[in-house]
T-cell receptor, first 112, second 115 residues
């Protein structure tokens, strides 16, 4: 069985400051992990995916995520927030025959 | 342009009146899936299809039907809608099973209100 937990339902940062969106997972095997972003009135768009080739994964729009097996975490970061980053972010685990497990989402608010 | 197209974007209906939400993809993807998104619950899978004429229940299939007669289309059918089906619905597709090598492509959503 697999579960994905996003630790914050809302995160608010000032423009130009770092972003940290937290995600923990539990899995009985090596997980497949993704981060998706959802802008208002839009579908979800893939930000990045963990492929097990590297623990630090780079995605689009300057986002990165680091897979830490010891902490069962896959936190999403960005060095400097931009107003256009305001959106809902989903951590997602699994895939293939087991299907996907979505976190409940983190709403990112960017203060000017 | 590669895309997943859902129609309609917005739909208001009354309890018991059958409705269909269409989903079409132009990427020749084998895998298609329907999700509903509700506040505080994230996305939950309703039904999915691994290929033509192959459909399976997701986590919340009650009150929904699907069909996959053609590869590109995967309509969601509510035979007798009820207010608890008021939600935001997303269709998604991928080359195969939403794996690491074939992540999901999402439509823009259908906001359904059942009164």
């Amino acid at each position: 069985a697999q579960s994905v937990t996003q630790l914050d339902s809302h995160v608010s940062v000032s423009e130009g400051t770092p972003v940290l969106l937290r995600c923990n997972y539990s899995s009985s095997y090596s997980p497949s992990l993704f981060w998706y972003v959802q802008h208002p009135n839009k579908g979800l768009q893939l930000l990045l995916k963990y492929t097990s080739a590297a623990t630090l994964v780079k995605g689009i729009n300057g986002f990165e995520a680091e897979f830490k097996k010891s902490e069962t975490s896959f936190h999403l970061t960005k060095p400097s927030a931009h107003m256009s980053d305001a959106a809902e972010y989903f951590c997602v685990g699994g895939g293939g025959a087991d299907g996907l497990t979505f976190g409940k989402g983190t709403h990112l608010i960017i203060q000017p | 342009e590669a895309q997943v197209t859902q129609n309609p974007r917005y739909l208001i209906t009354v309890t018991g009146k059958k409705l269909t939400v269409t989903c079409s993809q132009n990427m020749n993807h084998e895998y298609m899936s329907w999700y509903r998104q509700d506040p505080g619950l994230g996305l939950r899978q309703i039904y999915y299809s691994m290929n033509v004429e192959v459909t399976d229940k997701g986590d919340v299939p009650e009150g929904y039907k699907v069909s996959r007669k053609e590869k590109r289309n995967f309509p969601l059918i509510l035979e007798s809608p009820s207010p608890n089906q008021t939600s935001l619905y997303f269709c998604a597709s991928s080359r195969g099973g939403a794996t690491i090598d074939s992540p999901l492509h999402f439509g823009n959503g259908t906001r359904l209100t059942v009164t």
